[in-house]
């Protein structure tokens, strides 16, 4: 099963390939989202090594939207679906 952070990286990596290697604007997630992806990162790091706030996802910045779907804003401002 594809987690939330699987799909995070997945899209990123196809933004930097159709955008010259260029960061896309920010993550948006629900409250819900984050909390998914926080529990992600748990699976995936060492407990008490790693700062658990949400900022950034690989260098991106990660915004927190009550109404968001789950989204990444692509460089020229379109909105990608996460899932």
């Not at 407990?47 to 915004?63: A, F, L, N, W, Y």
């Not at 789950?70 to 909105?79: I, K, N, Q, R």
Request: aromatic share 6%; hydrophobic share 40%; glycine share 6%.
């Amino acid at each position: 099963m594809t987690t939330l952070y699987l799909q995070m990286t997945e899209k990123l990596s196809a933004h930097w390939r159709s955008h010259s290697n260029a960061y896309p604007k920010k993550f948006v997630l629900s409250p819900a989202l984050r909390d998914e992806y926080l529990r992600c990162l748990q699976l995936i790091t060492i407990p008490g090594g790693r700062d658990m706030s949400v900022t950034k996802h690989m260098g991106v910045p990660i915004e927190i939207d009550e109404a968001s779907p789950g989204v990444m804003v692509a460089a020229d401002g379109t909105e990608i679906a996460l899932q």
